[in-house]
T-cell receptor, first 114, second 113 residues
Framework: GAGVSQSPSNKVTEKGKDVELRCDPI?????LYWYRQSLGQGLEFLIY????????KSGLPSDRFSAERTGGSVSTLTIQRTQQEDSAVYLC????????????FGEGSRLTVL | SQQGEEDPQALSIQEGENATMNCSYK?????LQWYRQNSGRGLVHLIL?????REKHSGRLRVTLDTSKKSSSLLITASRAADTASYFC?????????????FGQGTILTVHP
């Protein structure tokens, strides 16, 4: 696609439910990142995939959070047993294999846990 | 803790004025990037400066990097109302070209017409 696509754009769920957020990166981009942004705050790193290497999961806040990237393309971020503090915008970004270092961001998935 | 810390947290100026935002970081870096975020949108890359560069220009943007002080500044000249957005610096740790990119808290810039 032309850009990074994320779905859903908005998700409202009840506390305790599981949610899945999807990211479709730019075709051919080898690196994929997930960040979390709370209202009016900066970006909190969650996880980073680079090609076939083991992902850097150092930013996942708890074992309720997990992510996978199938076939080196689409990624799914799963939050189990959601809590109210999980409410935030979840941003996905991808980066090509060149030397620019530039990340291309999607529009984000806004999660609200009631 | 955040690797990059921007200041000021908020900046309000008139159209035509220059806007300067600063970013400080803690550990050695490979490169530093600046991004812009319009309200409710994703981030857009503005400019990247490598650790061996001191200054870089792109249109109305000027970025400086002082590795001895672990700081960077972003200057937007002749600002426009459309420049109203949040601006973030992001750093890639030394030793890794582009891996984990750590963002600061951002500066909210408001440009009044």
């Amino acid at each position: 696609g032309a850009g990074v696509s994320q779905s859903p754009s908005n998700k409202v769920t009840e506390k305790g439910k599981d949610v899945e957020l999807r990211c479709d990166p730019i075709s051919g981009h080898t690196a994929l990142y997930w960040y979390r942004q709370s209202l009016g705050q900066g970006l909190e790193f969650l996880i980073y995939f680079q090609g076939n290497s083991a992902p850097d999961k150092s930013g996942l806040p708890s074992d309720r959070f997990s992510a996978e990237r199938t076939g080196g393309s689409v990624s799914t971020l799963t939050i189990q047993r959601t809590q109210q503090e999980d409410s935030a915008v979840y941003l996905c970004a991808s980066r090509g294999g060149g030397n620019t270092g530039e990340l291309f961001f999607g529009e984000g998935s806004r999660l609200t846990v009631l | 803790s955040q690797q990059g810390e921007e200041d000021p947290q908020a900046l309000s100026i008139q159209e035509g004025e220059n806007a300067t935002m600063n970013c400080s970081y803690k550990t050695s870096i490979n490169n530093l990037q600046w991004y812009r975020q319009n309200s409710g949108r994703g981030l857009v890359h503005l400019i990247l400066i490598r650790s061996n560069e001191r200054e870089k220009h792109s249109g109305r943007l000027r970025v400086t990097l002082d590795t001895s002080k672990k700081s960077s500044s972003l200057l937007i000249t002749a600002s426009r109302a459309a420049d109203t957005a949040s601006y973030f610096c992001a750093t890639a740790a030394g030793g890794t070209s582009y891996g984990k990119l750590t963002f600061g808290q951002g500066t909210i810039l408001t440009v009044h017409p």
